[in-house]
């Protein structure tokens, strides 16, 4: 109960946070003496740029676009819930220290990144500063609804945020961090066109192998539940259909009246799979697949979610491997 209370507390978290801010080592002195004997043009072209991204997938784009002319790090895990990551002082250092701040956005981070950006006291990873990403600008954004509400507890008010589950979104990202790190060190621009470029043939012909293998397993057309609304993006690339949820809204968790009604309904549609991020807790996913007779499956929805799943293009392989095992009867 005191953690579902936290969880909704995002303002507390990011008061806490900035008081944690100001009682770090050094909180008080400037963040960067420069020297005057030091040539600080010659010494900044030689130093990586620092990259801060709230999740491991984007991280991992951000790796492909800046190879080693980029330090990057992921505030979060792949198998943390990242619309609920418990901040840490050491988020605070790595954000202080950050060239480049890249956010999912569409309020995904919204109960712990705000608080963070504030305490970090670094302003150009503030939104609008030159640093500052939203790694979701230019996506066609799924599930938008007609009035923004966060009422009863729906964590997706600005639209569906889990669009780094479409190949073809991870490549409107890597265009939104070429154009991030052109913008911060333009004398490289020409090393990130062409990494980009190399990452859109790669992707390219990597999907259309991810959309063989599905259509080859029989996910294409399968009607499918899942827990939390972390797939319809992926759905879409992959040709399935999410016909209904465990939580009754994101974010907001199942009551036994939902579940009752949930398995009903998968047993007169002949739902097939029951997809479950690894972060929520499995006994009620396999109550849920008992009684109703779908397959479980517990799906990395990100990079790092497993060690299969190092990075962009193994996740897509690691999601495909175990939807196949599942269909096939190996996930029984
Ligand atoms: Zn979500």
Same mark, same amino acid.
């Given at each position: 109960m ?7 507390a995002?303002?507390?978290t ?9 009682l ?9 003496q420069a ?10 072209a030689?130093?990586r ?10 991280a ?5 676009i800046?190879?080693?002319?980029v330090?990057v790090?992921?505030?979060?895990r792949?198998y ?11 988020f ?24 963070l ?14 640093g500052?990403v939203?790694?979701?600008?230019g ?7 007609t009035?923004?509400?966060? %009422? ?24 939104n ?9 333009p ?7 062409a ?23 029989g996910l ?5 539940? %899942? ?30 009246k ?22 929520f807790d499995?006994?009620?996913p396999?109550q849920?697949?008992r ?11 990100s ?14 392989d690691?999601q ?5 095992g599942?269909?096939s009867?190996?996930?029984k």
């Amino acid at each position: 109960m005191i953690i579902q209370l936290l969880r909704r507390a995002p303002r507390w978290t990011g008061a806490i946070l900035v008081a944690l801010a100001l009682l770090l080592p050094g909180a008080r002195m400037p963040v960067f003496q420069a020297d005057p004997l030091v040539q600080v043009g010659t010494a900044l072209a030689a130093e990586r740029i620092r990259v801060v991204t709230t999740t491991q997938d984007l991280a991992a784009i951000a790796s492909e676009i800046g190879g080693d002319r980029v330090v990057v790090e992921s505030l979060s895990r792949g198998y943390q819930d990242p619309h609920f990551v418990d901040a840490k002082p050491s988020f605070l250092v790595k954000l202080r220290k950050a060239d480049l701040f890249i956010e999912v956005g569409r309020d995904l981070e919204i109960g712990w990144v705000p608080g963070l950006l504030q305490g970090a006291r670094n302003p150009k990873i503030l939104p609008g500063g030159t640093g500052f990403v939203d790694a979701s600008a230019g996506v066609s954004l799924l599930e938008v609804p007609t009035n923004v509400s966060r %009422s009863e507890g729906d964590v997706h008010p600005l639209g569906n945020p889990h669009y780094w589950l479409d190949p073809e979104n991870g490549l409107v990202v890597a265009a939104n961090i070429r154009n991030a790190l052109s913008r911060v060190a333009p004398e490289d621009r020409a090393l990130f066109d062409a990494r980009f470029a190399d990452f859109e043939a790669r992707l390219a012909k990597r999907l259309d192998g991810w959309k063989k293998a599905a259509a080859a397993m029989g996910l294409s057309g399968t009607k499918v539940v %899942s827990y939390h609304r972390s797939w319809p993006y992926f759905a879409h690339a992959f040709g399935f259909d999410v016909i209904d949820y465990v939580e009754p809204k994101p974010g907001v968790p199942p009551s036994p009246k939902h579940t009752q009604g949930l398995i009903a309904s998968m047993k007169s549609q002949h739902v097939k799979l029951l997809i479950v991020e690894p972060y929520f807790d499995a006994k009620l996913p396999q109550q849920i697949a008992r009684e109703s007779g779908a397959a479980l499956v517990i799906l990395p929805p990100s990079v790092g979610a497993t060690p299969q799943a190092a990075d962009y293009f193994t996740l897509f392989d690691t999601q495909m491997a175990l939807l196949g095992g599942a269909l096939s009867g190996g996930g029984k």
